[in-house]
């Protein structure tokens, strides 16, 4: 588990809105939020939180850093609000509170690009990594610029980082949750070796527990969706993406 301290160097100057139906599970987490982030709010639902965002924009027009939501809620459902702030926003980072029963939803949120996770019932332990995890990639984020949004992977693949598509002779290819959460860090990480321990931390950061023997079966399957030598082996270290082109 990361370390307080630690954690609230990354979070200490973020705004976040925490969007939760079951007020006890609400009222616990804003208790925990505000150790860490400049600014908390709180809605109840989606249709609430959509206001809210809304208002604050009003005098931050980028929104707030960072969205937690669950999923199952009455007026607004996760989907739905996520959708709705990424049509406002598209850049802005999302995570779910999910369920086991919430599966038939994941891939809703996958396809708008949200793929950050926490499963309930929440761990302590996961909650505090996953917001390092997160308000990392947030304090790390650059402007983005349209020009770099799609890497060129060689043999006419694409990958749009920004709609997380993999695409070849404009063909879309078809990649897994995992898969796609593997690709996104490898991406991430441009010419940057990741070890096991990071894919591992990354994964669990996106409520997705694996071992190594996962990692070795999941890398050889998305490099059979790829040109050869994009996902290369550093012996002894761990995996690199280089685009080809």
């Not at 749009?160 to 796609?180: A, C, F, G, P, V």
């Not at 991430?188 to 527990?209: K, L």
Request: with cysteine; charged share 25%; aromatic share 8%.
């Amino acid at each position: 588990m990361i370390d307080y301290g630690t954690l609230f160097l990354q979070t200490k100057n973020l705004s976040l809105l925490l969007v939760e139906d079951y007020e006890p599970l609400r009222n616990d987490m804003a208790e925990v939020l505000e150790d860490f982030f400049k600014t908390v709010r709180v809605a109840s639902d989606g249709t609430e939180a959509l206001k809210i965002y809304q208002e604050y924009q009003k005098t931050y027009p980028l929104g707030f850093d960072l969205v937690i939501s669950d999923i199952q809620m009455p007026l607004m459902n996760g989907v739905e609000l996520g959708k709705a702030l990424r049509d406002i926003n598209a850049d802005q980072q999302i995570v779910i509170l999910s369920a086991h029963t919430d599966s038939d939803y994941l891939l809703k949120l996958i396809n708008l690009g949200i793929a950050q996770f926490i499963t309930k019932p929440i761990k302590h332990e996961e909650l505090l990594d996953t917001l390092y995890y997160v308000s990392k990639k947030i304090t790390a984020a650059e402007p983005k610029n349209p020009d770099v949004l799609i890497v060129n992977l060689g043999e006419n693949y694409l990958w749009d980082k920004e709609k997380l598509l993999l695409k070849q002779d404009d063909i879309t290819i078809e990649l897994t949750r995992h898969e796609l959460l593997l690709m996104q860090l490898l991406v991430r990480n441009e010419e940057q070796v990741c070890t096991n321990d990071d894919i591992m931390q990354d994964f669990y950061a996106n409520g997705v527990d694996i071992n190594e023997k996962n990692i070795r079966n999941l890398v050889f399957k998305l490099r059979k969706k790829l040109p050869e030598k994009v996902i290369g082996s550093v012996y002894g270290m761990g995996y690199k993406f280089t685009p080809l082109d």
